[in-house]
């Protein structure tokens, strides 16, 4: 099962909005609406961002949504902060003998 | 608050056998899959497989398969990720992390600190 693609980096001033890309195929992301989104900062564990293509967890800013189209689901952070600067991954549900693939992940950078 | 607290980092030589942990709390540990994930430094997140702890059932990715074992000791709310033969390509961090699965739920909503494992060949 190879990963999910990614852009390699997204970058934004802040108050702008980003949007983050992730591609895959009809056996994951197309087939099933288990997308996830993983926020990870520098030298920090993954955080939990954005489930079930477009929930999002508790205390999670709503800044930050989720959507799904066909094989690519997206993940689009607005009003852009300082903070949001940090490694973000995709993640789905797939139907191959991994069942759960991650993407690439993308670096975003706060202008 | 639910917490995932993980055993410290490692350094051992090639060959060596290693068994990390992770504990953990405000929650009914036998009754949620955990997950492990690999993450060589400056890497994505690779899935390698998740652990029940209630029966013990696991899954492994078959990129991982036989080269390392998961246990879980629900007295003690604790999990498990152990090797017999560390390789250099072992050198990663691991993560554990409480995964949301059925119920059309299928993420890790809690995730421990990592545990860096370095080996040297």
């Known amino acids: 099962q190879s990963a999910l693609t990614q852009p390699a980096s997204v970058s934004g001033s802040p108050g702008q909005s980003i949007t983050i890309s992730c591609t895959g195929t009809?056996?994951?992301?197309?087939?099933?609406?288990?997308v996830s989104w993983y926020q990870q900062h520098p030298g920090r564990a993954p955080k939990l961002v954005m489930y079930?293509?477009?929930h999002r967890p508790s205390g999670v800013s709503g800044r930050f949504s989720g959507s799904k189209s066909g094989n690519t689901a997206s993940l689009t952070i607005s009003g852009l902060q300082a903070d949001d600067e940090a490694d973000y991954f995709c993640?789905?549900?797939?139907?191959?003998?991994?069942?759960?693939?991650f993407g690439t992940g993308t670096k975003v950078t706060v202008l | 608050e639910v917490q995932l607290v993980q055993s410290g980092a490692e350094v051992k030589e090639a060959g060596e056998s290693l068994k990390i942990s992770c504990q953990g709390s405000?929650?009914?540990?036998?009754?949620?899959?955990i997950g492990w994930v690999r993450q060589i430094p400056g890497r994505g997140l690779e899935w390698m497989g998740i652990?029940?702890?209630?029966?013990?059932?696991?899954r492994y990715s078959p990129s991982f398969q036989g080269h390392v074992t998961f246990s879980a000791d629900k007295s003690i709310s604790t999990a498990f990720l152990q090797w017999s033969g560390l390789k250099a390509s072992d050198t990663a961090m691991y993560y554990c992390?409480?995964?949301?699965?059925?119920?059309?739920?299928?993420?890790?909503?809690?995730w421990g600190q990592g545990t860096l494992v370095t080996v040297s060949s």
């Open positions: 992390a409480r995964l949301r699965r059925g119920s059309a739920n299928y993420h890790f909503d809690f």
């Open positions: 405000a929650y009914d540990f036998a009754t949620y899959w």
């Open positions: 652990i029940f702890p209630g029966d013990a059932d696991t």
């Open positions: 009809a056996s994951d992301i197309g087939g099933y609406n288990y």
């Open positions: 079930n293509v477009n």
């Open positions: 993640s789905s549900y797939t139907s191959t003998n991994t069942p759960y693939v």
